[in-house]
DNA sequence: TTCATACTTCGATGCTAGCCGAAGCATGAG
DNA sequence: CTCATGCTTCGGCTAGCATCGAAGTATGAA
């Protein structure tokens, strides 16, 4: 008899495009209205409505009210580590979307993943927080190690508030443009909203991507090693 | 414009029950005949030929032909890997098929992740390494390190064939059941082999399921720590 | 050659799911 | 209250696809 889980169910919720456009933009971690994910998804407000609730009946979304406007976003880090998961292995097939755009390079450079930093810029980062032994760990179980505390904490880190949390204060997540980890986990979330916070860099309107700012740039390469 | 991979048509690939339930069977790692396939998916041998043929332009399998048999087999670890992880996904958010069935606790225990161990016993196998420092690094780029090319050549070993292939020879995979990482790569593949060849463990027919011999269990403790 | 097995291709059917128009709620603004 | 906005629900339409019967191709056995 069938053994193990069952993929079908999650592989067709994905399947749709117009769901996999949904998702793909909430990918981006800002939580959005089911008119913008429509007009994201090429498909009018009826439509995404019924797409919107079998995604949230899946566990894939969740929804807040606010006013008259509902917001929608991935209900957690697990859907977003999937996600990319699978675009990590849709690109090196060549499953691309209207072959790739101008934007592409800066994608490639440092984007949002979700909720944390993704790309060339998110790989250096976690390279040179195990060179420095920040961190340590194998496989997709990280941790800080004691001088890695004092570290983030100089960068004014409240590493009280993130461990207090549920979910893990690190973890890999595997880049779909550099084909290597990233960090993610509520410190890599931490030391996004860190670098958006202090102006180091900004995060294109209706993208994924992220530009450093020149400021941000050097911050960023005394803090990480040197950029390219 | 839509940026980036797109996930949509992977997902559309898995997402139908037939092919899910032919790509799970093939996660055993044994190359099945269509007519295989086609029981264990419950269709017809016109209708399997039509989701294969599919899947193969999908890239997801591939075929070789043996006399008037048709062998299909994953295409490569990726695949695995990915089929894993939306296992785990799917485990974690209670989308099995099926109710977990009697085979259940042997699948958890210790099973084939198409061509390496997983379950309980391939994740305590990789910690073993880890903590032995034969195997060192983060995130998704494992290395072996000078004492683990010492050990794994004395366990019998080939590395320089392992090193000659192109895929990498450490890899972790994320284990559905035990939500921690195992040892994939060449290296998971040739551990795996060495078991089965030396008759610590035996595959169950059918199923993904790996039973060790209670020599077998002796010796693989002895190896990597003491069992539970 | 003749028959059997393994599989593919073609054609027809039937069902599902995506889609949108229209109507129905809910919330907020004036 | 009245109107506008944001979203959901309902109903019907349609396209696509999974499915299978039947016929066709390839390989092997006798």
Redesign the pocket.
């Known amino acids: 008899m069938k053994e193990g889980p069952d993929i079908a169910q999650i592989g ?1 919720l994905i ?5 996999a456009n949904m998702l793909t933009a909430l990918m981006s971690g800002k939580a959005l ?4 994910l ?1 007009g994201t ?14 995604l949230e009946a899946g566990g894939l979304i969740g ?1 807040r ?8 976003s991935l209900t957690d880090d697990d859907v977003g580590l999937l996600l990319e998961s699978l675009m990590g292995f849709a690109a090196g097939r060549g499953f691309t979307r209207h072959r790739t755009g101008p934007k592409d390079p800066a994608l490639r450079k440092a984007r949002v993943c979700y909720n944390h930093l993704a790309g060339d810029y998110g790989v250096r980062m976690l390279d040179s927080l195990v060179a420095e032994e920040v961190i340590t760990g194998t496989g997709d179980d990280l941790a800080l190690t004691d001088a890695g505390h004092r570290r983030m904490t100089e960068l004014g880190i409240d590493l009280a508030a993130l461990t207090k949390q549920r979910r893990p204060v690190c973890r890999t997540c595997l880049d779909w443009s550099e084909r290597r980890s990233h960090l993610a986990g509520s410190l890599g979330e931490a030391l996004l909203s860190m670098f958006l916070e202090k102006g180091w860099a900004k995060r294109e309107p209706d993208s994924r991507a992220v530009r450093f700012t020149p400021n941000g740039e050097k911050a960023f390469s005394k803090l990480f090693g040197m950029p390219g």
């Open positions: 067709a399947g749709d495009p117009a769901r209205t089911a008119t913008e429509a998804a090429g498909i009018t407000l009826q439509t995404a409505s019924s797409h919107l609730s079998k929804q009210k606010q006013g008259r406007h509902r917001y929608f």
